[in-house]
């Protein structure tokens, strides 16, 4: 899901007399694809750093958006953002059923 990218592989190799002077010397170019990010990379991203079952330290993440490239950030601690607190204490608008009720209603 995160895509490939090409990159271009240099080689060379040396032939002749080893008594100061090498008669062919080949240079060669190869391009070669590979993962923008290995799994290995994913599986060791940072994670959040937590004291007392309390995260203090956002962690890595990659982002999968629909129509979008992947992006790797950071994750956003919205329970210290100002902005975020004042949105979560807004009340619902008058007459809004919670998700809970709504998804209970549902599955019957």
Do not use: H
């Amino acid at each position: 899901m995160l895509g490939t990218t090409t990159v271009v592989m240099d080689s060379y190799s040396e032939s002749g007399k080893r008594s100061g002077y090498l008669s062919n010397v080949t240079y060669s170019y190869q391009q070669t694809s590979r993962p923008l990010i290995t799994p290995d990379e994913v599986m060791r991203l940072r994670a959040p750093r937590k004291e007392r079952d309390r995260i203090v330290e956002a962690g890595e993440l990659v982002l999968f958006a629909a129509g979008m490239p992947p992006i790797r950030g950071s994750q956003i601690l919205y329970f210290r953002d100002p902005i975020f607190e004042w949105r979560a204490s807004v009340p619902p608008p008058s007459g809004a059923t919670s998700t809970r009720q709504q998804l209970t209603y549902e599955m019957k």
